[in-house]
């Protein structure tokens, strides 16, 4: 199945009247909370007690920490169930759909927020540091 990532972001951002990726979260009532996260993991969502929070790795970059929540908002929207850790170099041995077409909601999102996606590709796929 292919998603119109485009027009769900852009649907998204009028309703938020931000493309702010963490503005956005809180429109939907999801918490976010900047941790120390294990090593390597840059993110993830978890829902606790019906409430839905995506953790953030503290150390990142702000781009870089947008581009996290807008790839676990990805997550959140498109495949409600599924739930994963987000790790650097992670493309080495966890490559599927779902993180895929989480990748491409996140960078539809990043550009929208004015990150080039050639940047947030990259980051997304190996990690940076
Ligand atoms: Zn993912």
């Known amino acids: 199945m292919a998603y119109n ?3 769900r972001v852009k ?8 493309s ?5 979260a809180e429109m939907l009532s999801i918490n976010i909370r900047y941790v120390d996260t ?23 970059d702000e781009w870089q920490r947008m581009t996290v929540i807008s790839h ?4 959140i929207l498109l495949h409600p169930h599924y739930h994963h850790f987000c790790s650097e170099g992670r493309s080495y041995f966890a ?14 999102l990043m550009d929208a927020y004015g990150i080039d996606p050639i940047y947030s590709y990259a980051f997304l796929q190996n990690g940076w540091r």
């Open 72 to 75: 676990e908002l990805g997550h």
């Open 11 to 18: 649907h998204l951002v009028e309703k938020a009247s931000s």
């Open 95 to 108: 490559s599927s759909r779902h993180e895929n077409e989480a990748d491409n909601f996140a960078m539809c």
């Open 5 to 7: 990532y485009k027009l």
């Open 38 to 60: 294990p090593n390597n993991i840059n993110g993830f969502w978890k829902r606790i007690l019906r409430r839905k929070f995506i953790f953030v790795n503290e150390r990142l």
């Open 20 to 24: 702010n990726p963490a503005v956005i």
